[in-house]
């Protein structure tokens, strides 16, 4: 069984910094995309960036310039670091990975974490 826990959220002033972390661990042969959702008090779960495997990484327009997404493959870990957060940046953030479990698996699976908080305050 796959499991990926988040850490790193917290409660930060506008203009301040967090970084998020997510481990994968767990019965992993491979790691395809992994990247970072957020879920805002009524609102739906959106994308904010994703690091597929050697490829170029994507981000949400309103996250552009401020947070930087990495990945430590060795460790099954992805990064987060935000960076001048604002108030609107306050949500539940996600973890996702889409990678394969075995060397006989046939096809990759998604997996999500439990979430992480992030309070922005003005």
């Known amino acids: 069984q796959v499991q990926l826990v988040e850490s790193g959220g917290g409660l930060v002033q506008a203009g301040e910094s967090l970084r998020l972390s997510c481990v994968a661990s767990?019965?992993?042969?491979?790691?395809?995309?992994m990247g970072w959702y957020r879920q805002a008090p009524g609102k739906q779960r959106e994308v904010v960036a994703i690091?597929?495997?050697?490829?170029?990484?994507n981000y949400a327009d309103s996250v552009k310039g401020r947070f930087t997404i990495s990945r430590d493959d060795a460790k099954n870990t992805v990064y987060l670091q935000m960076n001048s957060l604002k108030p609107e940046d306050t949500a539940v953030y996600y973890c996702?990975?889409?990678?394969?479990?075995?060397?006989?698996?046939?096809?990759?699976?998604?997996?999500w974490g439990k979430g992480t908080l992030v309070t922005v305050s003005s």
């Open positions: 690091i597929p495997s050697g490829g170029k990484t």
């Open positions: 767990g019965s992993i042969f491979s790691i395809n995309a």
């Open positions: 996702h990975a889409n990678l394969v479990e075995s060397i006989w698996s046939n096809r990759a699976k998604d997996y």
